[in-house]
């Protein structure tokens, strides 16, 4: 068998490769007669017993279908013969172009794909990171087990004029110049007010209406809304007030609030508040140091990568997007027409390139996947849900689960070995920066 590859004209420098096949004659004979072998014991052919017609009859009968068949075994036979002979590294199926096939001829063939990118590490030992040092405060636990009696709270109707904290439901329009604009009208919104839910005039024109009260209330858009059209704009929107509850939170000490949260007394809860903070302030400085991490490999080792290996992440990607969009029911066609490849392009790209650098990593820092550390982390993983015991074994009947978990860990243990060698700086901040970091403008 003869092999050939390069790399097409069009596409010279990058990862696009042709390899030309050529199959010798007699092999291809070979594959032939040996599938018209085994069709001859099974054969039915009128005026011959089941499996007794003379080999020539099979060959007239059979032999252009089973020469169709030959050849389509002997490409997928002979591809991976031929690119191990190359060395090549193909990422992705190929396309396969039949040139040559003629009865007496040599089979010939080519089978274009990408190859994985030769990667050459850089930088890893200058990484620099910033270290948060963070303390969890009393305020902090505070803020907290409010918003544990927020959760719990109960609503009863106000009986009088709406004010900050109230639960007020609205119908409302608003007109731009006198006319309507898109999510300008709403009919029997539920606004909390105070909770910066809605545009702070809304929520200010709302307070002291009371039920059945229809008003006007003038509306400044910010320079930086959304929708473009409205920056800097003011509305007019028409409220009606259908509905004023006020809302009453549950006593620290009280026992159904207390049960809910699986403790005794308040300072339990406190306790176990504080606790909850320390380990959330743990795995925050966990994933902003490893998004440093993962975002300095990136920038100093820029890679071309595999557009095949691209495409086969972007499913995969727009089911998460759906699942935070809560449109996991919809169908995948429709999905696809709804979120266009072309909106995780980026985001692909990126993790294909993150993938192949973190496996350079592992080769190179000679990294062993820590069975321990992935025990702890479905430990980790089946504590958040009310029946661990049960989580755990349902993870562990899923292989493609438990694969994915594996290959977290390992990702983990990988970032932790480029952390060990990186320059860290100490950058006190709050627990809510940390938590709740400010997008970079």
């Known amino acids: 068998m003869e092999t050939n590859i390069q790399t097409p004209g069009d596409a010279a420098g990058g990862l696009l490769r042709e390899l030309h096949v050529k199959v010798p004659a007699d092999r291809v004979a070979q594959a032939i007669d040996e599938r018209l072998r085994s069709m001859a014991h099974r054969a039915k052919i009128p005026g011959f017993r089941p499996g007794k017609a003379p080999f020539k009859v099979i060959q007239q009968q059979y032999g252009p279908g089973a020469r169709v068949d030959a050849v389509s075994e002997l490409v997928q036979r002979t591809?991976?013969?031929?690119?191990?002979?190359?060395?090549?590294?193909?990422?992705?199926?190929?396309?396969?172009?039949?040139i040559a096939e003629q009865p007496g001829q040599d089979l010939e063939y080519t089978a274009t794909f990408e190859v994985y990118p030769e990667v050459?590490?850089?930088?890893?030992?200058?990484?620099?990171?910033?270290?948060?040092?963070?303390?969890?405060t009393e305020a902090d636990v505070d803020r907290l087990i409010e918003n544990l009696r927020k959760g719990r709270r109960s609503l009863a109707p106000a009986g009088r004029a709406a004010a900050p904290g109230d639960v007020v439901k609205v119908d409302f329009d608003g007109r731009l110049d006198g006319e309507t604009f898109a999510g300008g009208q709403g009919k029997d919104v539920e606004i909390e007010l105070g909770t910066g839910q809605f545009l702070p005039d809304l929520e200010s024109g709302i307070a002291g209406h009371a039920v059945d009260e229809t008003f006007e209330v003038p509306?400044?858009?910010?320079?930086?809304?959304?929708?473009?059209?409205?920056?800097?704009?003011?509305?007019?929107?028409?409220?009606?007030?259908?509905?004023?509850?006020?809302?009453?939170?549950?006593?620290?000490d009280d026992a159904e609030f207390l049960k809910a949260h699986s403790v005794e007394s308040p300072d339990a809860l406190r306790a176990k508040a504080r606790e909850a903070l320390e380990n959330e302030r743990g795995k925050a400085i966990?994933?902003?140091?490893?998004?440093?991490?993962?975002?300095?490999?990136?920038?100093?080792?820029?890679?071309?990568?595999?557009?095949?290996?691209?495409?086969?992440?972007?499913?995969?990607?727009?089911?998460?997007?759906?699942?935070?969009?809560?449109?996991?029911?919809?169908?995948?066609?429709?999905?696809?027409?709804?979120?266009?490849?072309?909106?995780?392009?980026?985001?692909?790209?990126?993790?294909?390139?993150?993938?192949?650098?973190?496996?350079?990593?592992?080769?190179?820092?000679?990294?062993?996947?820590?069975?321990?550390?992935?025990?702890?982390?479905?430990?980790?993983?089946?504590?958040?849900?009310?029946?661990?015991?049960?989580?755990?074994?349902?993870?562990?009947?899923?292989?493609?689960?438990?694969?994915g978990l594996r290959a977290m860990v390992l990702e983990d243990q990988v970032v932790d070995a480029l952390l060990s060698e990186a320059r860290r700086t100490e950058t006190p901040m709050s627990l809510e920066q940390l938590l709740n970091p400010k997008p970079a403008a």
Do not use: C, H, W
């Not at 920056?231 to 939170?249: I, W």
């Not at 490999?297 to 809560?326: H, Y």
């Not at 919809?330 to 993790?351: D, H, I, N, S, T």
């Open 79 to 98: 591809f991976p013969e031929a690119v191990m002979k190359t060395g090549a590294r193909p990422a992705g199926q190929p396309n396969i172009s039949i």
């Open 219 to 252: 509306v400044s858009f910010p320079e930086d809304y959304r929708a473009e059209a409205l920056r800097g704009k003011v509305a007019q929107f028409s409220v009606t007030v259908k509905e004023v509850q006020a809302v009453t939170l549950p006593e620290l």
């Open 286 to 403: 966990q994933r902003r140091q490893k998004a440093q991490v993962m975002e300095q490999l990136a920038t100093r080792n820029p890679l071309e990568v595999p557009k095949a290996l691209v495409e086969s992440e972007i499913p995969q990607l727009r089911q998460q997007a759906a699942g935070r969009m809560n449109m996991q029911n919809v169908p995948p066609e429709k999905l696809a027409e709804m979120l266009p490849a072309q909106l995780f392009q980026g985001a692909a790209a990126r993790k294909v390139q993150l993938g192949l650098l973190l496996g350079e990593v592992v080769k190179l820092k000679q990294i062993k996947l820590d069975d321990a550390r992935v025990e702890a982390a479905l430990d980790s993983l089946a504590a958040d849900f009310e029946q661990p015991d049960q989580v755990k074994a349902y993870y562990l009947t899923k292989p493609e689960m438990m694969t």
């Open 120 to 136: 050459q590490l850089s930088g890893l030992d200058t990484l620099e990171i910033e270290q948060p040092v963070v303390e969890v």
